[in-house]
């Protein structure tokens, strides 16, 4: 299993990556998740421009989903005709929320392109993939996931606070893929995004074998979230997610 960081930059995109977006590869098959404003451009450097097999999506924030726009043109307009629909496992108001911000009807909206399925809490699976999805601690309806394959886990908190469930869904991973959206300061926001001491407090919960720091906001330094992570109590391999780093997990 493969992990490419497509996109890690929080909450738009910045100068050095695009907004939330990864990319699994696993027998050739290719699932996504999250697709942020800007991450369209930057995943044509890792695959074809029609390879994607699978979408996930978090939630419904424009850094994690608007970049569903522009695939659903490539998709529908490919100069050789429209191509095969595929999965798109995301929130139940997906379907309505991006013909909105498409601007188009609701009826038959994506569907032409896109196969929507409303996630629950619960398991399914993606070609090779095993996807097992939780719900997090964010202002609207948000999930995390947990992706296996051939006895590798990679868990992504798509964005949260600070989470029980997320170490539940992380537990023994690999590798976790774990928000740092705030510095650590004082009087933070509750239940909406975790600073990089608590990323690295939950990935020392779930005893995650290896923690990157993601969701980057470019108005802070990642440095200062890298040193608020290093108090969070984590033993493993960490580091900042780098638009383009690849992560072979064997
Ligand atoms: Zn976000
Ligand atoms: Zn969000």
Not at 32 to 53: C, E, K, S
Request: proline share 8%.
């Amino acid at each position: 299993m493969k992990l490419t960081i497509v996109g890690c930059s929080g909450s738009f995109p910045g100068p050095d990556s695009p907004s939330s977006c990864y990319l699994l590869e696993a027998e050739g098959y290719r699932l996504v998740l999250d697709f942020g404003n800007g991450a369209l451009g930057a995943l044509q450097r890792h695959i074809g421009l029609y390879d994607v097999d699978a979408i996930c999506l978090s939630h419904l924030h424009a850094d994690h989903c608007l970049d569903l726009c522009p695939y659903h043109v490539v998709r529908t307009y490919s100069p050789d005709g429209p191509l095969p629909r595929i999965p798109v496992h995301a929130p139940a108001d997906a379907p309505r929320r991006l013909a909105a911000a498409y601007g188009m009807p609701d009826e038959p909206g994506m569907e032409t392109a896109f196969d929507f399925s409303p996630l629950t809490p619960g398991t399914f699976e993606a070609g090779p993939f095993e996807v097992t999805c939780a719900r997090m601690n964010h202002p609207v309806e948000t999930f995390g996931f947990r992706v296996s394959y051939g006895g590798r886990s990679v868990a992504y908190s798509g964005d949260t606070g600070e989470s029980a469930e997320l170490v539940r869904l992380a537990a023994d991973a690999d590798l976790l893929l774990c928000e740092a959206s705030f510095l650590d300061r004082p009087d933070l926001p509750t239940d909406l995004h975790l600073t990089g001491r608590q990323a690295a407090e939950h990935a020392a919960k779930a005893g995650a074998g290896a923690l990157v720091l993601t969701h980057l906001v470019p108005w802070y330094d990642p440095a200062e979230i890298l040193r608020d992570a290093s108090r969070g109590g984590f033993g493993g391999r960490m580091e900042l997610a780098r638009s383009g780093a690849v992560y072979d997990l064997g």
